[in-house]
């Protein structure tokens, strides 16, 4: 093996590394975390049914439909090249984690009506995140009176230096990505945002990101016997 095939090796082995898990982000919002393991996007990839349904789908198009289904369901993997279809056990362990953290939290674009064709940032998790409102101040204090690290060469709790904005965080057209599918044909596949823009939530201005707080309001009302 040559000198350049060993550090092209060498290269790809580090590849993923700029594709931080939820687990490191659940060190710092555990809260956060608890309520994206149990929900779908944490189980996008890894659902049986959407990997039955992906091996029907590509058999059946003699391979042809590519990466149209799994880019929703595995946007790190297909950042990261991986075949569309392979084992999960063989995928990076960021990419099995299906939509997690920074497939939302390292867009530095708006998209619209892509079908889930995104490109995330890399980096440590020491690298920005984006925010809604990019507002430093919380991120700061907790830097400061918590002794973390912002810089990935030094020991210590490490966490991301810098929160930037991207407005288009906290609007439903944002989940329109994955959840308005339209096919080459026309055929309308999925139709979730549609559905949500006529629907009585959208007309008193719920938008799709208040559901999880929504739902974690019910939950702790019906679990409480008092």
């Given at each position: 093996m040559s000198a350049d095939e060993i550090d092209a090796a060498h290269s790809e082995s580090f590849l993923g590394d700029g594709y931080p898990s939820a687990t490191e982000c659940g060190e710092c919002h555990p809260k956060q975390y608890k309520q994206w393991s149990v929900s779908q996007h944490a189980y996008a990839q890894m659902?049986?049914?959407?990997?039955?349904?992906?091996?029907?789908?590509?058999?059946?198009?003699?391979?042809?439909?590519?990466?149209?289904?799994?880019?929703?369901?595995?946007?790190?993997?297909?950042?990261?090249?991986?075949?569309?279809?392979?084992?999960?056990?063989?995928?990076?362990?960021?990419?099995?984690?299906?939509?997690?953290?920074?497939?939302?939290?390292?867009?530095?674009?708006?998209?619209?009506?892509?079908?889930?064709?995104?490109?995330?940032?890399?980096?440590?998790?020491?690298?920005?995140?984006?925010?809604?409102?990019?507002?430093?101040?919380?991120?700061?204090?907790?830097?400061?009176?918590?002794?973390?690290?912002?810089?990935?060469?030094?020991a210590g709790r490490k966490i991301h230096g810098e929160v930037k904005g991207l407005f288009q965080l906290n609007k439903s057209g944002f989940c329109a990505t994955c959840h308005d599918v339209n096919l080459v044909n026309g055929f309308r596949l999925e139709e979730a945002f549609s559905e949500f823009k006529n629907s009585p939530a959208n007309a008193k201005g719920v938008t799709c990101q208040d559901f999880p707080r929504l739902f974690t309001h019910m939950t702790i009302l019906t679990s409480n016997p008092f």
């Open positions: 659902s049986p049914i959407f990997n039955a349904m992906q091996a029907t789908v590509l058999k059946f198009t003699a391979g042809t439909n590519g990466d149209f289904c799994i880019r929703c369901h595995t946007p790190v993997g297909m950042n990261l090249n991986e075949d569309v279809f392979m084992s999960n056990i063989d995928r990076h362990p960021t990419s099995r984690e299906g939509v997690t953290c920074i497939v939302c939290h390292r867009l530095n674009q708006t998209y619209g009506k892509v079908s889930g064709r995104l490109a995330i940032e890399t980096g440590p998790v020491t690298s920005a995140i984006y925010g809604p409102l990019g507002e430093p101040a919380e991120l700061d204090n907790a830097i400061e009176k918590g002794g973390l690290v912002v810089d990935n060469d030094k």
